[in-house]
T-cell receptor
Framework: DAKTTQPPSMDCAEGRAANLPCNHSTISGNEYVYWYRQIHSQGPQYIIHGLKNNETNEMASLIITEDRKSSTLILPHATLRDTAVYYCIVRGLNTGTASKLTFGTGTRLQVML | DAMVIQNPRYQVTQFGKPVTLSCSQTLNHNVMYWYQQKSSQAPKLLFHYYDKDFNNEADTPDNFQSRRPNTSFCFLDIRSPGLGDAAMYLC??????????????FGPGTRLTVL
């Protein structure tokens, strides 16, 4: 699976959009971009994933560049409860074996009043 | 609600004393994973069960073993815990259907302290 690069930390004011970048310049054509987050002392939580089209769900939006070498996770109206470590993970297509997650160092997002 | 349950949430053991952590799921997922997360580090996969097939990661120490008696339960056994094994242990599940990509659902973790 391709390696990802994320900033170690970011701050965001409550109510504002949080834009978390991720670089994955070695991503291959059949690899997906996944985002998970981990609130302190809890297990990781799935947020969203995509292949090449932009995706949106009730938690966030995922914007993937046309060349797929980078992506941005957008939390449209960050709240204090969004304070967490956010992991961007590139994962290959499952071909009959388990699709394992390789976590990088992630971005620690601090949402402030 | 369907979920991944880990018991206990906190476990204290003595150096060298075997310890077992448990995970159960009500999602009926066919794959179960165990991750180790040390303080201020990212989760690291130890092994997983795909149905009944055990798959060990190459760098997982022999001290760590796992059992999956049925679809719902999976256990992590640490045969002789060392101080370096103190960590959060996370269980996760996914439903792999032989194609596509499936989301992993994580339990709350068990924090292991080794005295």
């Amino acid at each position: 699976d391709a390696k990802t690069t994320q900033p170690p930390s970011m701050d965001c004011a409550e109510g504002r959009a949080a834009n978390l970048p991720c670089n994955h310049s070695t991503i291959s054509g059949n690899e997906y971009v996944y985002w998970y987050r981990q609130i302190h002392s809890q297990g990781p939580q799935y947020i969203i994933h995509g292949l090449k089209n932009n995706e949106t769900n009730e938690m966030a939006s995922l914007i993937i560049t046309e060349d797929r070498k980078s992506s941005t996770l957008i939390l449209p109206h960050a709240t204090l409860r969004d304070t967490a470590v956010y992991y961007c993970i590139v994962r290959g297509l499952n071909t009959g074996t388990a699709s394992k997650l390789t976590f990088g160092t992630g971005t620690r997002l601090q949402v402030m009043l | 609600d369907a979920m991944v349950i880990q018991n206990p949430r906190y476990q204290v053991t003595q150096f060298g004393k075997p310890v077992t952590l448990s995970c159960s799921q009500t999602l009926n997922h066919n794959v179960m994973y165990w991750y180790q997360q040390k303080s201020s580090q990212a989760p690291k996969l130890l092994f997983h069960y795909y149905d009944k097939d055990f798959n060990n990661e190459a760098d997982t120490p022999d001290n760590f073993q796992s059992r999956r008696p049925n679809t719902s339960f999976c256990f992590l056994d640490i045969r002789s815990p060392g101080l370096g094994d103190a960590a959060m242990y996370l269980c996760a599940t996914s439903r792999e259907r032989g194609w596509g990509t499936d989301t992993q659902y994580f339990g709350p973790g068990t924090r292991l302290t080794v005295l």
